[in-house]
């Protein structure tokens, strides 16, 4: 199989996971597209490494590195301050921006703020497992944590939005 | 269990990623302790909220397009012979991006010993695989003797499409099937009962890099395997090697190219 075709049949098809990923990371349209746009072509070069294994996870490994490539450039301070204390002080407001028509009521509103509100760390593996649907295993791998923290990010991630005011204020 | 141990994990139990002991353990504390039983049904709560009203961002078409023009640009200007001396080394520069090359590294070096090695290798972990499983009551992780329900569960988890089919008719019946990692590789498993027997069949595209597992037994159990058009297939189960052997390629046989139940994504 070509490289060309590899990418094709391992890569494409996932490129809305990559997006919905990135989307979530970046929490702006078009820096989501910039980011998806720079990992395929890194996944293109290097997909002649790809040798049977899930398309899917690796391709998403690569989504969330060039992520951070691009954070770092652009936003260095989100990952340095990003030490997950205080979620009311981890976003501007302005950043966030949730597709309108997307979401059907106010509380679902309030959820995708909450999420989007989140630090970094917790954001990414809470994503990873309620969108992406990934195993603890393959979270693991892609975020290149122990199993372990994958399990503690989450429930923390959880803990965070049920007592976000966002949440608290609709219920 | 106490309540902190219940507590520390329960994002483990809200996921479905606690093993049998574990998750046995957790019911017993959650009947005995309204606190923690509360918040368990918080997280579920939660969880169904996430999944029911947080939206997963689709790429715009325009991104597609983006993404394949690129893609062609680059094809058109590095030719094929310089794309292949660059290809691994390039993950070496910059900072992040080693730790990038260090990531696809591992997924390489993990991939490629499984290419390298020989295929036996796969009898034996399948095996493990499956005495694993048998134990852990997670035998079975979408139950259903309808292909039509299996065959999609499977296709949305991998990145591929397995053939599935019932076999009842022939004493072999479809229970439903789970995804399996062997040798850290996702691999569609289908549960089949023969009898007081159940059967673990593992399905995964051809490999063709090395001969198939020879029949064998393996920690007591045997396995069989047949390669079909498009799909290798490693059956382990305490079936008796001929009926075992006989049921494989009779799966193997109907993994046709163009058939209703086949095909890769």
Known sequence: ?171 | MNCREAESIGAAHVDGELDALRKHAIHQHLTGCSACAARHRESLALRQRIRAEIPFFVAPPALHARVRAAADAYRAAVPAAARRRVQPWRWLTGGVLAGCAATAFSWMLGTTILAARANDDFAVAAVATHVRASRGERLIEVASSDQHTVKPWLSARLDYSPPVQDLADEGFALLGGRLEYVERNAVATLVYRFGPHTIDVFVRPDMSQGPMPSPQTVRGFNVACARGPTMDWVAVSDVEPAVLAAFVQRLAREDAPGSAASGRE
Not at chain 1, 85 to 98: E, G, K, L, S
Not at chain 1, 125 to 134: A, Y
Not at chain 1, 140 to 151: F, L, Q, S
Request: charged share 25%; with cysteine.
């Open chain 1, 1 to 171: 199989m070509s490289e060309h075709t590899r990418f094709e049949e391992l890569v494409l098809p996932h490129l809305d996971a990559a997006y919905n990923l990135a989307r979530w990371l970046t929490r702006d349209v078009s820096d989501a597209e910039d980011v998806v746009q720079d990992a395929a072509l890194r996944a293109l070069k290097y997909v002649g490494s790809l040798n049977g294994g899930s398309g899917r996870a690796w391709f998403l490994t690569i989504v969330r590195h060039t992520f951070y490539d691009w954070c770092k450039r652009n936003r260095p301070a989100e990952i340095a301050h990003d030490d997950g204390t205080a979620i009311d002080m981890a976003v501007d407001p302005d950043a966030v921006d949730p597709e309108q028509a997307l979401l059907r009521t106010a509380t679902a509103k309030a959820l995708t703020d909450a999420i989007a509100a989140l630090p970094l760390a917790y954001r990414e593996v809470l994503i990873l497992r309620e969108l992406e649907e990934l195993s603890y295993k393959e979270i693991a791998r892609i975020a290149d944590i122990p199993i372990g923290t994958v399990m503690s990010r989450l429930a923390r991630a959880r803990g965070l939005l049920q007592g976000s005011a966002l949440l608290r204020a609709t219920n």
